[in-house]
């Protein structure tokens, strides 16, 4: 029973990033509505800036640890909020009558010249987080003992923290209303007054700012990232799109929630090696499941 409570508990802090990220991809994906693969790209990019910038801040400057982790931190919203920004008005905004193809080829592009160009800034330099805010946190009695670090805490609640503001802010305020609006039909909103090209492009940005956050927990937590973490991220939010789950925010972080609880209980008694691919396999099986039960009902 304690080794399965630990899983949970793993699975807690994984399926806390998984939301997090999944939850910035439905407010993209509800404007957008096309597949993309830029919010995984600047989840990994805001990672590597986040290590990169903490380790300038550490190495050169002589600053203390908090001190160089707070400068890869704004180093990282700061970058990825205008890249997301700047993608959203440059990129996306053009192409929203394009066809789906074309937007999934662009978000490739974006991805490759995210990936390289931070290659080619970065040289043969691959710095590593050095631990932090690791001590052992003991959970429970003397014979039910389930162990945490606050780091892992720290992670946990950011990323629950900012769905549950993200959330309460789409559901009550005007500037959520709007959005929904524009989400369910464009044309109608912008009948009634509203600039549906100003709430595409903030709407990017936010999601690009949620992805940042997330890139720069995972950092914190792993000590590095890369971009297949990223682009493996993003392929799992993308199956959660195609099944349906993005129509909600809420609800497309509560399937990142259930995939992360998922790999570690697939961690604890299973090999590692296969996780992924038994997540895929279990997301495609949804995937066949969901789409017969539609074309069933709809017959």
């Not at 205008?82 to 905004?93: G, H, K, P």
Request: charged share 10%.
């Amino acid at each position: 029973m304690a080794y399965f409570a630990q899983q949970i508990v793993n699975g807690i802090h994984l399926g806390a990033l998984y939301a997090l990220l999944a939850f910035g991809y439905a407010i993209a994906h509800g404007v957008l509505r096309r597949a993309s693969f830029i919010h995984g790209a600047l989840f990994a990019f805001a990672g590597q800036v986040a290590v990169y910038s903490t380790a300038f801040g550490w190495n050169r400057l002589l600053l203390i640890y908090p001190a160089a982790l707070a400068l890869g931190l704004l180093a990282s919203l700061t970058l990825t909020g205008l890249a997301a920004r700047f993608i959203a008005s440059a990129i996306l905004q053009p192409l929203r009558i394009a066809t789906p193809n074309m937007t999934i080829a662009a978000s490739l592009a974006v991805l490759l010249v995210l990936m390289e160009g931070t290659r080619l800034a970065s040289g043969n330099w691959s710095p590593w987080l050095a631990p932090f805010l690791n001590t052992v946190i003991h959970i429970g009695g003397a014979t039910f003992s389930v162990t945490t670090t606050p780091l892992k805490l720290i992670v946990t609640l950011a990323g629950l923290t900012a769905i549950a503001i993200g959330s309460a802010f789409l559901a009550y305020s005007r500037a959520g209303l709007v959005w929904r609006a524009v989400c369910q039909d464009e044309r109608a909103a912008a009948l009634v007054g509203i600039d549906a090209r100003r709430v595409f492009v903030t709407s990017l940005t936010v999601a690009g700012l949620i992805a940042a956050l997330a890139g720069v927990l995972a950092a914190w937590h792993y000590g590095n990232m890369d971009f297949g973490t990223g682009i493996a991220f993003s392929i799992k939010v993308l199956f959660l799109a195609s099944l349906g789950g993005l129509s909600s925010p809420l609800a497309a972080a509560m399937g990142g929630m259930a995939i992360g609880i998922l790999e570690s209980i697939w961690d604890g008694w299973f090999p590692i090696i296969w996780r992924d691919a038994a997540t895929y396999s279990i997301l495609v099986a949804l995937l066949v499941a969901t789409r017969r039960s539609n074309s069933l009902e709809s017959d």
